[in-house]
């Protein structure tokens, strides 16, 4: 790596810590483990740009010329972002993780996508066209490559380890929702047929997907792979981990997944009957969520119809509930017995100039219906600002105004 991208590394790295530094942070950190104990304090608000990082740090705008170093750039400048210019309660910790280098394989076969544009809508062929070649699917099979992630490691540690605690994390999401995977080798639309024309078979390709994902569980759990997510890591499909009840109180430092937070969703089966859900998704999501000390279900499907399914998942804790949702119904059906994890549209900030009443209004019902719950209110899936940063800083100022205004 250049000595000037280091240098742009290290400055970057400075103002993290800085920021990290600031009172505020243990503030946040306290309010988010409240929340995550379902203790009563204001509404938490986090929002994330994801797909609209590129308009707020647009790859022109970064100084690195290495490839590495200007993802670590990216990082760093996201942090400082967040901490200087969103002032929501996403606590900044003077932590750098590193993720390990390894391949993933397929599941013996691979879907192709066809994109006319970067950013917009695509489609894809899906492989497994006939049930009769179920026998070619494979469970993936991951390989790390320890002496590269070591590598980088020791880069990172020698950039900026005085400022920065660096460590090794394995980049595996707790995505276990099945239907995605699924919907991938079959196709969405497919699928639907499916649970009419080939029940049986669609079911023993649930198992095998259900299997496979226990099995890469194991594996992950076996070669210490595992890493506590019960601080400052991003669980679920929005807010944080800080809690004291994990990892399990048999701890004896090697990870297990019943130490972590585990999550599942599926989205893609908004259009089936809750029955049909539970047969076809939530079975087989159930043996992968058992494993998990606390869990989070749900992200953009609205669980309102099918909460009497999902609130038999063990250990259940955090409970997204999309724009799509009866608000209401899900304020009835969760109470205090689960964190609200609210999702305004993020269609609220995607124009160039906010409707900044409209945003009010919802914020105001949304907040007057969850009167009595556990809430955080995450903007999320997002995936442009309308070419204008300002958009997600004001959508935060807005939001700590009208939660403030509430609580008075």
Not at 201 to 215: K, N, T, V
Request: with cysteine; aromatic share 12%.
């Amino acid at each position: 790596m250049h000595a000037n991208d280091k240098a742009i590394l290290r400055r970057l790295a400075g103002q993290v810590a800085e920021l990290a530094a600031r009172p505020v942070e243990d503030e946040k950190r306290k309010l988010w483990y409240a929340v995550n104990s379902l203790q009563k304090v204001r509404p938490l608000i986090f929002c994330s740009p994801e797909n609209s990082w590129r308009e707020i740090l647009p790859k022109e705008s970064l100084l690195c010329e290495d490839r590495l170093a200007r993802d670590w750039e990216l990082r760093l400048r996201m942090e400082i972002f967040w901490g200087s210019q969103m002032n929501d309660d996403r606590v900044i910790e003077p932590i750098f993780p590193v993720s390990y280098v390894f391949h993933r394989t397929n599941w013996g076969m691979e879907e192709t996508y066809e994109q006319v544009a970067e950013r917009g809508s695509f489609r894809w062929k899906a492989p497994l066209t006939d049930y009769k070649d179920m026998d070619k699917l494979r469970f993936p099979k991951i390989t790390v490559d320890y002496e590269a992630t070591e590598q980088r490691v020791q880069l990172a540690q020698e950039i900026f380890g005085d400022l920065l605690r660096v460590g090794a994390r394995f980049s595996c999401s707790w995505h276990k929702g099945l239907s995605r995977i699924a919907a991938n080798l079959r196709g969405l639309e497919q699928i639907l047929y499916d649970i009419y024309d080939y029940p049986d078979e669609l079911l023993r390709l649930m198992a095998f997907l259900r299997d496979g994902l226990l099995a890469e569980l194991d594996f992950l759990e076996e070669n210490n792979l595992l890493f506590l997510n019960n601080r400052g890591e991003y669980v679920g499909s929005g807010g944080f981990g800080y809690t004291n009840e994990l990892p399990a109180s048999d701890f004896a430092g090697k990870v297990r997944t019943k130490d972590l937070w585990g999550f599942a969703e599926s989205q893609e089966t908004v259009g089936i009957s809750p029955a049909a859900f539970e047969e076809f998704v939530f079975q087989f999501q159930l043996p992968i969520l058992e494993r998990f000390g606390l869990n989070c279900y749900g992200c953009c499907e609205p669980l309102d119809l099918r909460w009497d399914i999902v609130k038999k998942t063990p250990r259940l804790r955090r409970v997204s509930v999309s724009p799509w949702a009866d608000w209401a119904r899900m304020a009835e059906q969760l109470q205090d017995k689960y964190i609200y994890s609210l999702k305004p549209n993020p269609a609220d900030i995607a124009l160039p100039n906010l409707d900044e009443e409209h945003i009010r209004k919802g914020l105001r019902e949304a907040l007057k219906i969850t009167e009595g719950c556990v809430l955080e209110i995450i903007m999320k899936d997002v995936t442009t600002v309308g070419n204008n940063p300002q958009n997600v800083v004001d959508w935060c100022r807005i939001a700590r105004e009208e939660v403030e205004n509430f609580s008075i």
